[in-house]
């Protein structure tokens, strides 16, 4: 029976989704699918809880019973197993599947983006990392998540956008298109308005408000100009380290890529590479590759 036969699973789990990628034993795409968030440095029940969920989801998409989980192999590239303590739990966690590893979501989207060859990659989405890989030796930049580092991230973005809004509300600064906008998004009026409602915000959450700062410095905000600013500084610093690591390809990925690298310098957007596949496909890929050492 098909259910039988090995299938493999590759999920790339971030601050605010996570994706799936189901592929059979002759490398069928069968099914994808997008559940809720995957970081089980911030909340690692939601984690499990959006891992289990994705992979019913694409087996029910590509016709397959819930007991066919028993012989997927599954790879999973997450945000916050950097953390050694945070990958321990994740590997004691007692899963349904024929076998699972757990690596960075920053591993998975490297090999993806660059097929298995050396390579780097600077992800901006909710948060902001890098990494490089170079004749076997691995570099891991800027992980130190939200509200620890992320900066020029999503998440970062909204957060410092929050704070100049709460400054104007002081009566520190003059209000602009900015601040008006986040008051609007918030329904907040005074300062206890924007408190209330942020104070129990997580990085998704600021991540939300991010596009009000990437439309107000297009629309020459000043506070949008100064934190666009400061995030690009930091994401210029990432790519020129990359490229100090003997990496001859370096892609930009991430649900902000394509709106940050335009603000980037000509010069540098020039020597970015584009990504040859998605997360998910470098997690299927060292999926197989786990297989075949068993099998081997």
Not at 114 to 127: P, R, V
Not at 237 to 253: E, K, Y
Request: with cysteine; aromatic share 6%.
């Amino acid at each position: 029976m098909q259910s039988l036969q090995p299938l493999f699973i590759g999920i790339d789990g971030g601050g605010t989704k996570c994706k799936a990628r189901l592929e059979d034993a002759a490398g069928r795409l069968l099914a994808e699918a997008i559940a809720g968030p995957a970081n089980p440095a911030t909340d690692f029940t939601q984690t499990l809880d959006s891992i289990l969920t994705v992979c019913h989801s694409v087996l029910h998409k590509a016709g397959l019973p819930a007991e066919s989980l028993a012989a997927c192999r599954v790879v999973l590239g997450l945000a916050g197993v950097n953390v050694p303590r945070v990958q321990q739990r994740m590997q004691d966690w007692q899963h349904p599947f024929a076998a699972l590893q757990v690596t960075t979501d920053l591993h998975i989207a490297c090999v993806g983006a660059h097929g298995s060859a050396d390579g780097a990659i600077l992800i901006t989405g909710t948060g902001t990392a890098a990494f490089a890989s170079v004749q076997g030796e691995q570099m891991l930049l800027s992980a130190q998540g939200f509200p620890l580092g992320d900066r020029g991230s999503g998440a970062w973005l909204g957060w410092q956008g929050v704070a100049a809004t709460l400054d104007v509300l002081d009566g520190l600064q003059p209000a602009s298109g900015l601040t008006r906008q986040i008051c609007r998004q918030l329904g907040a009026h005074n300062n206890s308005d924007v408190i209330s409602c942020c104070i129990g915000y997580k990085a998704a959450d600021y991540a939300k408000l991010a596009p009000l700062v990437l439309e107000q410095h297009i629309q020459g905000d000043p506070y949008a100009f100064a934190i666009m600013t400061q995030g690009l500084q930091y994401l210029q610093a990432l790519l020129t380290r990359l490229q100090q690591s003997g990496a001859h390809r370096i892609a930009m990925i991430g649900g902000l890529a394509p709106q940050l690298k335009n603000c980037l310098p000509t010069a540098l957007q020039l020597q970015l590479s584009d990504a040859l596949g998605t997360p998910e496909t470098g997690a299927i890929m060292l999926a197989r590759l786990f297989y075949q050492e068993v099998v081997a």
